[in-house]
Antibody, heavy 120, light 110 residues
Framework: QVQLVQSGSELKMPGASVKVSCKAS????????IIWVRQAPGQGLEWLGW????????TYAQGFTGRFLFSLDTSVSTAYLHIRSLKSEDTAVYYC?????????????WGQGTLVTVSS | QSALTQPPSASGSPGQSVTISCTGT?????????VSWFQQHPGTAPKLLIF???KRPSGVPDRFSGSKSGNTASLTVSGLQAEDEADYYC??????????FGGGTKLTVL
C-alpha cells in the first residue's frame, strides 16, 4: 500500500537548521511529484512548493525561497525538506504528499506530518 | 498571494446538507478548473476529497460533491454524519506551477 512516512518531531533553537525526511513506499517514486505544506499551530494549510522526482527540479512558493530547500535521494525513495536559519514563526507541522499533477491538485497520499518547534 | 477566502465556520444537523464556499480571483479559482478540497480531523493529515473541481478519488463517499462558478468554488456535504465534523480546506492552481490554499472552514455537526 502507498505510504509516506516522515521523520520525527524536532526541537530547534532560532538560527539553527532542520532536515525533515519523507520516505515513500508502495509505488514508483519517480511517477509522482512530492509537495510540501506546513500548518502553524491552530492555523490553516500553507503551500511551500514541490519537487519533480524525475529531474529533481524544485519550485518554491513565494516567500519560501532562500531558507527552504527541497531535495531527493531517489535510491531510497525519500524526499527532504531542509530549512536553515530557523525563526520562531517556522514552528509548524510540516507535511509531504505525493502529487500525480500539481495542476490538477490530485494530492492523494500524505505523510503523517513532522512537528518542528523553534524555541530558545 | 493571499489565501483563498473560506467562511471560518459552518454547521448543520445530521442528515442535512451544508455547502462551504471558497472564493478566489481570476488568477486562481476563476482561471482554472483545478480546485481541490481536503478534510482534516484534529491531529491528522489532510485527506483529499475532491480534485479538478468535482472529481472524487476512489473511496470518497458521493455525499461529497464539488462545483465552481466564476471565482467561487463550493463543497457540498449531503446527508451530514457525525464523522464529517472536521476542518475543510480548498486549494487552487494559481499559475507558474504553484498552488494556493484557503484559510479553512470548521464544520460542526450539531
Amino acid at each position: 500500500q502507498v505510504q509516506l512516512v516522515q521523520s520525527g518531531s524536532e526541537l530547534k533553537m532560532p538560527g539553527a537548521s532542520v532536515k525533515v525526511s519523507c520516505k515513500a513506499s508502495g509505488y514508483t517514486f519517480n511517477y509522482f511529484a512530492i509537495i510540501w505544506v506546513r500548518q502553524a499551530p491552530g492555523q490553516g494549510l500553507e503551500w511551500l512548493g514541490w519537487i519533480h522526482t524525475n529531474t529533481g527540479n524544485p519550485t518554491y512558493a513565494q516567500g519560501f525561497t532562500g531558507r527552504f530547500l527541497f531535495s531527493l535521494d531517489t535510491s531510497v525513495s525519500t524526499a527532504y525538506l531542509h530549512i536553515r536559519s530557523l525563526k520562531s514563526e517556522d514552528t509548524a507541522v510540516y507535511y509531504c504528499a505525493r502529487a500525480s499533477s500539481i495542476l490538477t491538485g490530485n494530492f492523494d497520499y500524505w505523510g503523517q506530518g513532522t512537528l518542528v518547534t523553534v524555541s530558545s | 498571494q493571499s489565501a483563498l477566502t473560506q467562511p471560518p465556520s459552518a454547521s448543520g444537523s445530521p442528515g442535512q446538507s451544508v455547502t462551504i464556499s471558497c472564493t478566489g480571483t481570476r488568477s486562481d479559482v476563476g482561471g482554472y478548473n483545478y480546485v481541490s478540497w481536503f478534510q482534516q480531523h484534529p491531529g491528522t493529515a489532510p485527506k483529499l476529497l475532491i480534485f479538478e473541481v468535482n472529481k472524487r478519488p476512489s473511496g470518497v463517499p458521493d455525499r461529497f460533491s464539488g462545483s465552481k462558478s466564476g471565482n467561487t468554488a463550493s463543497l457540498t456535504v449531503s446527508g451530514l454524519q457525525a464523522e464529517d465534523e472536521a476542518d475543510y480546506y480548498c486549494s487552487s492552481y494559481a499559475g507558474s506551477n504553484n498552488v494556493i490554499f484557503g484559510g479553512g472552514t470548521k464544520l460542526t455537526v450539531l
